[in-house]
């Protein structure tokens, strides 16, 4: 049988540490006051998470070479100290040699990993959900991927020791354990043409060391998928001069080694690191300093407490209206009135065009003044436009369903006219016949079967099919010219991989795709894909063929536990089927939301 990762004496110790903490609670509690003062509760919009703190006994005496190691591997989810818990398991040399923070190997729920024993080692293997970088990257694992490694063990005074553990190796956590002792967050970056701050998500270990971590990751430069796609107002050698970020009266004080910037690179920068810090509990301002002096923006008197002190606003919006096709007329209504239905809906006034049935997987702008749709055949692409419809000349083959961008773009992809993956775009008020302008992404590889630019369009969804069919889905940033007009894409972020399916694919926020899709072994279902996090599947809906959503802020849940972060998010959730019927995701079910053509949300 393989033994478990949970030894007896981790066992005891949670179970007390639990009961405790319940003991305290009730004792605290006492039954609601009847008098006192009204204090302040917690702050609307600021993430609030209770990490739960493991304590781990010392190695047992007489332990065996297995439950060494399996001690080391549970006690690995103690981040606390430089992983003290974890090191009490190995050798003063091993434990100098181990780097617990270069990789988070995650395993799947069941807790086992397959253990066997020989002579001065011990043999490791285990499936893999996803790997966690030393940046705080998410990199989901492709299905039934494994790993394997060998941890080298001695005696020292008569008690077994690791004493060598392989480079890489980092911590292994269980899926519910890694949920636990590590959060996912945001870091902030500034759109180069807009005051608009675009989000990247991290995870890093829950603990007094969070705030730290934060800012050192907010200060190093731009990530390699979003290179050219947005810019940080922190030069490159900016530094923490303390390697501590404490937190005073509710400020996270913060001296950096230098800040040698322009007005209006420091407000990108303290609207950036505001953004970031205001994630640890507590903390609503951010005071930054170099060499004792505070930074400063003219014009802003005192601390700031919100990035639009600076001008700075988040790119993420909902969209304000649905479209729904009915043969070849396009309605728009209301989204909000439309999702509560009966008389709360309301027509969106607009001047739409009649759509012949052979146009098909239809895109409008969020103006409403633009369409964009394929031929049945995917060879051609037609553009309705205020000065009138028309297609380019003949340009690719095996083209995706088009979209159009917040910004007004269309964008599509398929196959060039010299038999190689292509992506194209063309610019909001082109006229329709423009030939759209082929954007460099030298990575793409396979066939290109879905586009989809994020909230804010600084980033792009792009999903590739090998040679055998299977389906990766990939997120790269848009790299920008002169007037913003797109040049190529940024080093490509594997969102989810080994799809044997995948029927549509939009952005349920800025933080998180939509997908209907399957691995192999599984059916087809609506899922959600978040940026560097768990997949979320969705209940089944027989023949899903489209999701859709109301968008949403695109903010980590992570004050609740995984179960309640998975029901109550994304409430906003339409599936079509292939015979029309519309389904709107309430709670764990789906409600009937009548029937149509095609749904399409602007700007999605």
Not at 208 to 213: A, R, V
Not at 217 to 227: E, F, H, I
Not at 525 to 545: H, K, N, S
Request: aromatic share 8%; net charge neutral; with cysteine.
């Amino acid at each position: 049988m393989t033994p478990r990762l949970v030894p007896a004496n981790l066992r005891r110790t949670l179970t007390v540490t639990v009961l405790v903490a319940a003991m305290l609670l009730l004792a605290a509690c006492g039954g609601l006051p009847r008098s006192g003062p009204i204090n302040r509760g917690l702050e609307v919009g600021v993430t609030n998470y209770h990490p739960i703190r493991l304590q781990f006994e010392a190695p047992t005496p007489g332990a065996s070479p297995v439950q060494i190691v399996q001690g080391f591997l549970a006690a690995s989810s103690s981040t606390e100290d430089d992983y003290a818990a974890a090191r009490a398991y190995l050798t003063s040399q091993a434990s100098k040699a181990w780097r617990p923070k270069e990789q988070v190997t995650v395993y799947g729920d069941s807790g086992n990993v397959s253990l066997k024993s020989k002579d001065g080692a011990v043999d490791l293997s285990t499936s893999v959900v996803a790997r966690v970088d030393e940046t705080g990257r998410y990199l989901a694992a492709s299905p039934g991927e494994a790993v394997a490694a060998t941890l080298g063990l001695t005696q020292v005074e008569g008690e077994w020791r690791i004493s060598s553990v392989p480079d890489g190796f980092g911590v292994w956590l269980s899926r519910y354990y890694f949920e636990n002792a590590f959060g996912q967050f945001t870091l902030a970056y500034a759109d180069p043409f807009a005051q608009i701050l675009v989000h990247d998500y991290r995870w890093f270990p829950l603990g007094q060391g969070l705030p730290t971590s934060l800012a050192r990751a907010q200060l190093a430069p731009v990530p390699g998928y979003l290179k050219g796609a947005v810019v940080t107002g922190f030069p490159p050698g900016t530094d923490l001069a303390v390697d501590s970020v404490p937190i005073v009266d509710k400020v996270a004080q913060i001296e950096l080694t230098e800040l040698n910037t322009t007005t209006d690179q420091r407000r990108a920068a303290l609207a950036q690191i505001l953004a970031t810090m205001r994630q640890v509990p507590g903390v609503s301002a951010v005071a930054v300093s170099v060499g004792g002096t505070p930074v400063q923006v003219l014009g802003i008197q005192g601390l700031a407490t919100s990035t639009e002190d600076f001008g700075y606003t988040s790119a993420e919006t909902a969209p304000a209206a649905v479209v729904l096709r009915d043969g070849d007329r396009l309605q728009a209504t209301d989204f909000s009135g439309w999702l509560r239905g009966g008389e709360n809906q309301r027509p969106v006034t607009s001047s739409l065009p009649a759509v012949s049935p052979k146009w098909e997987a239809l895109a409008v702008s969020e103006k409403l003044d633009e369409v964009s749709g394929v031929s049945h055949d995917r060879a051609t692409l037609y553009r309705w436009t205020p000065r009138g419809g028309g297609s380019p000349p003949p340009f690719g083959s095996s083209l995706t369903d088009p979209a159009i961008d917040q910004r007004g773009r269309t964008w599509v992809g398929g196959i060039g006219t010299d038999r190689a993956p292509r992506i194209w775009w063309v610019a909001n008020g082109a006229v329709a016949g423009t030939p759209p302008a082929p954007i460099e992404a030298p990575w793409l590889e396979g066939k290109v079967v879905a586009v989809r630019p994020s909230p804010g369009a600084r980033r792009l969804a792009v999903a590739l099919a090998d040679p055998a069919g299977t389906t990766s889905v990939y997120v790269a940033g848009v790299s920008v010219g002169q007037g913003g007009s797109p040049v190529s894409l940024g080093k490509p972020w594997r969102v989810a991989a080994g799809l044997s399916q995948l029927r549509d694919l939009t952005w349920a926020d800025g933080g998180s795709l939509a997908a209907v899709t399957a691995w192999e072994s599984s059916e087809v279902r609506p899922t959600i894909l978040p940026l560097g996090g768990p997949i979320e599947p969705l209940p089944p809906v027989r023949d899903v063929v489209q999701i859709a959503t109301a968008g949403g802020d695109g903010q980590p849940r992570w004050g609740r536990s995984a179960a309640d972060r998975r029901s109550t998010r994304f409430r906003g959730v339409l599936v079509v089927t292939s015979t029309g019927a519309v389904w709107r995701r309430v709670g764990n079910a789906w409600q009937s939301r009548g029937h149509v053509d095609e749904l399409i949300v602007p700007g999605f």
